[in-house]
C-alpha cells in the first residue's frame, strides 16, 4: 500500500479534520463519565499512615509461625549426636613433616630464633634471613659514612643465598647454592690435583691451544701431500 502525500493540500485538510473530530469526541467522553472519573481517582478507603517499617514487620510475623514449627520438629535431630565416620579426625597436628628449613638443613633456630616454632603454628615461614646486627648499626649512624645509601652498598655485597633462605626470583637460579654441588664441594682439591686440572680444564670456553703433550704433524713420505 503507497504511503500517502502529506503534501497534498486535500490530505492535509482530511488529516486536520480527522484530528479534531477525534479530539472532540475524547472531550465529550470526559465531560459525560467526569463523576466517574473523580470517584475512581478519589481515596475511599480509611488512610492508615503505614510505613516502609511496618510491612517490613508484617512479612516478618507472618512467617513465625512456621519458623516455631519447625523448631519444634527439628528438636529431636538437635539432641541426637552427630556420626562421625572415623575414631581420629585428622588436624594440624598430624600434618606431613620433614619440609622445614630447619629440617631441610637451611638454617638453625639458633642464628633464627623465628624458625623455633611448633608444629601447630601455621604461619608463613620468613623469607629473609637475620640480618648482621653490625649491618644493622650503619642505618642509625649519620651520614655520609653511614645512613640508609651505606648500608645498602654494604648489603649488596653479601650474595642472595647468604641473605634469603630461598631463590626469590628467577635470576637467582643460576649458580644458587652452588657450594652444595659437585663443583664446590669436590673441585677445590690440591693445586695440582688430578680433580681441580680437570676442571679447570673443563671450565675453559672458546679456541684453545693444543696441550704441550701434544706432538705436531710429521711427513711420513715426500709423496705426502
Avoid at 500500500?1 to 486535500?10: A, C, K, R, T
Avoid at 630464633?113 to 611448633?118: A, F, I, V, W
Avoid at 643460576?174 to 690440591?190: C, F, N
Wanted: hydrophobic content about 30%; charged content about 30%.
Amino acid at each position: 500500500m503507497p504511503l500517502i502525500d502529506i503534501n497534498n493540500p486535500e490530505i492535509i485538510k482530511f488529516l486536520i479534520e480527522n484530528y479534531q473530530k477525534n479530539a472532540k469526541l475524547r472531550m465529550r467522553w470526559n465531560t459525560i463519565n467526569a463523576d466517574k472519573l473523580q470517584k475512581a481517582a478519589t481515596l475511599q478507603r480509611e488512610e492508615k499512615g503505614y510505613q516502609y517499617t511496618d510491612v517490613l514487620k508484617a512479612s516478618i510475623t507472618s512467617g513465625l509461625s512456621a519458623l516455631s514449627k519447625d523448631y519444634k520438629s527439628d528438636a529431636r535431630n538437635r539432641r541426637l549426636k552427630a556420626i562421625n565416620d572415623g575414631t581420629h579426625i585428622p588436624a594440624v597436628a598430624d600434618m606431613r613433616k620433614g619440609h622445614s628449613i630447619v629440617e631441610l638443613g637451611l638454617g638453625n633456630t639458633k642464628d633464627d630464633p623465628r624458625l623455633g616454632r611448633p608444629d601447630t603454628d601455621l604461619s608463613i615461614d620468613p623469607i629473609m634471613r637475620p640480618i648482621d646486627p653490625k649491618e644493622k648499626k650503619i642505618l642509625h649512624k649519620g651520614r655520609p659514612d653511614f645512613g640508609r645509601v651505606e648500608y645498602l652498598k654494604k648489603r649488596v655485597r653479601t650474595i642472595p643465598e647468604d641473605r634469603y633462605y630461598f631463590a626469590e626470583t628467577s635470576n637467582w637460579i643460576y649458580g644458587w647454592r652452588l657450594k652444595d654441588s659437585y663443583l664446590g664441594k669436590k673441585a677445590h682439591g690440591p693445586e695440582h690435583g688430578r680433580v681441580w686440572h680437570l676442571a679447570r680444564e673443563k671450565s675453559r670456553t672458546g679456541p684453545s691451544p693444543d696441550p704441550i703433550h701434544y706432538n705436531s704433524a710429521q711427513r711420513l713420505s715426500n709423496c705426502t701431500v
